[in-house]
């Protein structure tokens, strides 16, 4: 059974960082790209960054491009988004997902999350001002 469940959320003040983990069970990480995105209530899911299987693969957003990292561990099956600088608009439930399919190992159309099948139940990030 695939899945995932993140951690690392918390409240922390403008400028301040954070690192969110995603932990992953039943399927082999290093053979799937994984996506971070982020929803705050009354807005669709946004899509923040994502990290393809092959090395070196990896895309942001706009409003994330220079303060958020992603990577991976494919060893403990893990990814990780560090967020530095971080700003009030960054409050959200962040999520990590993977998908299946011809897009599996691609970050390709990564910021709709439609494209996405398997979720976590996300982790709240609070950004005080």
């Known amino acids: 059974q695939i899945q995932l469940a993140e951690s690392g959320g918390g409240l922390v003040q403008s400028g301040g960082s954070l690192r969110l983990s995603c932990a992953t069970s039943?399927?082999?990480?290093?053979?799937?790209?994984v996506s971070w995105f982020r929803q705050v209530p009354g807005k669709e899911r946004e899509g923040v960054s994502c990290?393809?299987?092959?090395?070196?693969?990896?895309e942001y957003s706009d409003a994330v491009k220079g303060r958020f990292t992603i990577s991976r561990d494919n060893a403990r099956d893990a990814a990780y988004l560090q967020m530095n600088n971080l700003k009030p608009e960054d409050t959200a439930v962040y999520y990590c997902?993977?998908?299946?399919?011809?897009?599996?190992?691609?970050?390709?159309?990564?910021?709709?999350?439609?494209?996405?099948?398997?979720w976590g139940k996300g982790t709240q990030v609070t950004v005080s001002s």
């Open positions: 997902a993977t998908r299946y399919g011809m897009n599996a190992g691609n970050c390709e159309g990564y910021r709709n999350a439609n494209d996405w099948d398997y």
């Open positions: 990290a393809g299987r092959d090395d070196g693969i990896t």
């Open positions: 039943g399927f082999a990480l290093e053979r799937y790209a």
